[in-house]
Nanobody, 115 residues
Framework: QVQVVESGGGLVQAGGSLRLSCAASGSILDINDMDWYRQAPGKQRELVAHITRSGSTNYADSVKGRFTISRDNAKNTAYLQMNSLKPEDTAVYYC?????????YGQGTQVTVSS
C-alpha cells in the first residue's frame, strides 16, 4: 500500500510564492519519477513539472523560470517551489509518483491566486 499526500496549497496574491510538498509513504523501495500535475476548473489535468530519481527535470512552458521541482530521496518527498504566481496558476495540484510500472496520485492541494 502506497500513500501520497500533498500539502502547502493556499490563497496567495498574484506575484506571490508558495511551496508545495508531496510525501509518499508505505511499501516503497525506490521511487522512480515524481511529477506535479494541475487541473483547473473545466480544463484537463496537465503536467507541470517532472523529476527523475537522479534529478533530471522538465517543466511545462507556462511555468518555466517560475517553478522549481526538487526531491529528497531519503524522505520520499518532492517539492514544488512556485514563484511569481499568476491567476492562471489557480488549480488543484496533484503529485504523482511512479514505482516500477505503477503510478500513484495524491488527493491534491488547492492553489488559488488572486489578481
Amino acid at each position: 500500500q502506497v500513500q501520497v499526500v500533498e500539502s502547502g496549497g493556499g490563497l496567495v496574491q498574484a506575484g506571490g510564492s508558495l511551496r508545495l510538498s508531496c510525501a509518499a509513504s508505505g511499501s516503497i523501495l525506490d521511487i522512480n519519477d515524481m511529477d506535479w500535475y494541475r487541473q483547473a476548473p473545466g480544463k484537463q489535468r496537465e503536467l507541470v513539472a517532472h523529476i527523475t530519481r537522479s534529478g533530471s527535470t522538465n517543466y511545462a512552458d507556462s511555468v518555466k523560470g517560475r517553478f522549481t521541482i526538487s526531491r529528497d530521496n531519503a524522505k520520499n518527498t518532492a517539492y514544488l517551489q512556485m514563484n511569481s504566481l499568476k491567476p492562471e496558476d489557480t488549480a488543484v495540484y496533484y503529485c504523482r509518483i511512479t514505482i516500477n510500472a505503477y503510478t500513484y496520485y495524491g488527493q491534491g492541494t488547492q492553489v488559488t491566486v488572486s489578481s
